[in-house]
């Protein structure tokens, strides 16, 4: 079974431009959680979507955002790109769950996506 | 506000021998669920080791095994028999029952292992 797959691996962007990332889940995950990776504020979660509706979110502003197709695959992009943004985001996948199952929350991450904001 | 603590920020462990990691957290929450993971210089990030809070057995995945203490909110993660590819950084989560797909690291701990 094929892992989950982010691309690009690595991208190099200037501030003020923005950026999309895509997420490809382990075939049959239908939630996608996207983590944000930064050496000074460590793992911090962006948001969950599941059947392509965001289900959770975490604090980060406005200019992050995201989306899921009916094929689980996932997006996120970031506008208005600051210094700060320069990190590893992280995509997992987990198995169906389900809105009445309770979380599990066992992640299946990617290798990642690094981008640099210069 | 739930949080995760690990207070070593590094460690290090002579080939075969055992080393154990600390993790504490703070939740209000009765039902929740606890990992390590690990995240070798590669960066893909795999799970170690689950517990579920209700369970007062604690988890055992070969020569990983966990010492959850409920009450004092503790969580460790001992691995015996140490090899050089457990060097990684490792990093305790927790997750509420009810979250979706939030889970709560902690700051991570690197671990170094000597041959």
């Known amino acids: 079974k094929a892992g989950v797959t982010q691309t690009p691996r690595y991208l190099i962007k200037t501030r003020g431009q923005q950026v999309t990332l895509s997420c490809s889940p382990i075939?049959?995950?239908?939630?996608v959680s996207w983590y944000q990776q930064t050496p000074g504020q460590g793992l911090q979660f962006l948001f969950e979507?599941?059947?392509?509706?965001?289900?959770n979110k975490g604090n980060f502003p406005g200019r992050f955002s995201g989306r899921q197709f009916s094929n689980s695959r996932s997006e996120m992009n970031v506008s208005t790109l600051e210094l700060g943004d320069s990190a590893l985001y992280l995509c997992?996948?987990?198995?169906?769950?389900?809105?009445?199952?309770?979380?599990?929350?066992?992640?299946?991450f990617g290798e990642g996506s690094r981008l640099t904001v210069l | 506000a739930q949080t995760v603590t690990q207070s070593q920020p590094e460690m290090s462990v002579q080939e075969a021998e055992t080393v154990t990691l600390s993790c504490t957290y703070d939740?209000?929450?009765?039902?929740?669920?606890l990992f390590w993971y690990k995240q070798p210089p590669s960066r893909q990030m795999i799970l170690v080791i689950r517990?579920?809070?209700?369970?007062?057995q604690n988890a055992t995945e070969n020569r990983f095994s966990v010492n959850f203490q409920k009450a004092a909110k503790s969580f460790s993660l001992k691995i015996s028999d140490s090899q050089l590819g457990d060097a990684a950084m490792y990093f305790c989560?927790?997750?509420?029952?009810?979250?979706?797909?939030?889970?709560?690291f902690g700051k991570g701990t690197k671990l170094s292992v000597k041959p």
């Open positions: 997992a996948s987990s198995s169906p769950g389900g809105v009445a199952l309770p979380n599990t929350g066992e992640l299946f």
């Open positions: 075939s049959g995950h239908r939630s």
């Open positions: 979507y599941f059947s392509e509706t965001q289900r």
């Open positions: 939740t209000s929450e009765s039902d929740y669920y």
């Open positions: 517990q579920e809070a209700y369970k007062q």
């Open positions: 989560a927790y997750v509420w029952w009810g979250s979706q797909g939030n889970l709560i």
